[in-house]
């Protein structure tokens, strides 16, 4: 059944007497929209969705304009791998390696475990344009995204969270995508944060997320009654693909390749590998080019 739900967003939390920080994420419209452009099949999308609602957590630590944080995956199973991005703007993009996995699709429940496989890595980046700010790597068996996440924070950061994210489809096609981080911080109330890790392992949370609910209606299911909440944040499926990107990528190619399209009266066709869109050049462009060059 198809749950109602609230624009796609980014809101956070303190519950002072816990001393512990809460953050949720709402992804859905933003899965549903990359699971188009990239046309992928089910379990690719399911992936993808859950992947983007991690990302989303971890962008509610960035503090600069232009700030990007990239979560990769690579995978031992079907799907290989997966990119996923969030920007301090609110956007969101990314893809998987493979986006059709036929065996796995038709099954009537996707097992994502099954395209995941055993083995995964997980790294995390963020940067601003061309600069490295910081980078983790973690290593998670079985793969997982969750699990990735916590293995980053554990290893990388030397901080305890618990995640929990749930993605899920109704007909073939995602019907919701959402995210939770609890952090212990170094001075928490380890006995209330030990309770909420409960709530976790028993399927609490994830039956929470899955209904849609609220971030008072969780923090309030935690325990958590004194939250102080922070505006929300809007997300949305955005990429910085343009047609200028595109033709300075072009102006960049080897003379060669472009004398070769023209000479077979053949545009450059380029698609954004984050996105799915697509960009058509045409010869004359190309030949403009040529003749720049040579002038």
Do not use: W
């Not at 399209?261 to 053949?266: F, G, I, K, S, Y």
């Amino acid at each position: 059944m198809i749950m109602s739900k609230t624009a796609d967003s980014l809101v956070t939390a303190f519950s002072p007497s816990a001393n512990i920080n809460l953050v949720f994420a709402e992804v859905t419209d933003s899965a549903r929209e990359l699971e188009r452009s990239h046309l992928c099949g089910p379990t690719a999308g399911l992936i993808q969705a859950e992947a983007l609602a991690a990302v989303a957590l971890l962008g509610a630590e960035m503090s600069q304009p232009e700030e990007t944080v990239t979560l990769r995956m690579r995978v031992s199973g079907t799907v290989g791998g997966l990119l996923v991005e969030a920007g301090a703007d609110g956007s969101l993009r990314g893809y998987t390696h493979v986006k059709v996995m036929n065996e796995l699709d038709e099954c009537e429940e996707l097992d994502l475990s099954c395209a995941l496989g055993d083995q995964g890595e997980i790294q995390i980046i963020r940067s601003l344009p061309g600069k490295i700010l910081a980078s983790g790597m973690a290593a998670v068996s079985p793969a997982s995204v969750i699990k990735g996440l916590e293995q980053y924070y554990q290893h990388s950061l030397q901080r305890r969270v618990l995640v929990q994210v749930s993605a899920l489809a109704y007909g073939g096609f995602i019907d919701g995508s959402r995210g939770l981080l609890v952090e212990c911080l170094p001075d928490s109330d380890r006995e209330v944060f030990e309770r909420i890790a409960r709530y976790f392992e028993d399927g609490t949370v994830q039956e929470s997320l899955e209904a849609a609910a609220s971030p008072q209606t969780l923090c309030s299911t935690l325990g958590l009654d004194d939250c102080v909440f922070q505006p929300a944040k809007p997300l949305r499926f955005a990429c910085r693909c343009t047609a200028e990107r595109v033709d300075a990528m072009l102006i960049a190619m080897p003379s060669a390749d472009l004398e070769e399209l023209v000479r077979e009266d053949r545009p450059a066709r380029i698609f954004c590998h984050m996105c799915g869109k697509g960009y058509e050049v045409p010869v004359e462009r190309l030949q403009q080019i040529l003749d720049e060059r040579g002038g």
